[in-house]
């Protein structure tokens, strides 16, 4: 018997938070990173799960701009806002819907208010399937 393959596109879901006048109690620092524990092994179980991690605070951040041919470096995130990338996942997931469904569920409290989850769709990665394609097909050239 044949079975149909999905189809599928890569996802990532950047996690933007809110920084807390005094962050995170260490209750509440837990409560946030067991919820995305489950997450994560709920996606990991169902093998759609591709990569997650926090990032370091903002005040580690470093930007990057080449203007006029020079390369200018400054201390601090890009832009000036309430809200931070905290962190990213990525989901291989059917379509948009699917996607927005793990993204609500997704904990955006992580530097103490909530924030919001930005959804990209990441088109030129590819499935892992397709990934594999070019690999195979120079195996079968080279033998």
């Known amino acids: 018997m044949m079975q149909i393959k999905r189809a599928t596109m890569r996802y990532m879901m950047l996690v933007y938070s809110t920084q807390g006048a005094d962050g995170l109690s260490p209750e509440e620092g837990e409560r946030i990173r ?35 041919g020079k390369t200018l470096v400054s201390d601090g995130p890009f832009a000036e806002t309430k809200e931070h990338l905290a962190g990213y996942y990525i989901l291989e997931c059917e379509n948009l819907d699917e996607a927005i469904d793990w993204a609500a569920k997704i904990p955006t409290a992580c530097q103490g208010r909530e924030g919001c989850i930005e959804i990209r769709p990441m088109p030129g990665l590819g499935a892992r399937s397709e990934a594999k394609a070019p690999a195979e097909r120079a195996a079968a050239l080279n033998g």
């Open 34 to 68: 067991s919820g995305h524990r489950m997450v994560q092994e709920e996606a990991r179980r169902k093998g759609i799960l591709i990569g997650a991690e926090p990032l370091a605070p903002i005040t580690t951040a470093t930007t990057v701009r080449v203007q006029n």
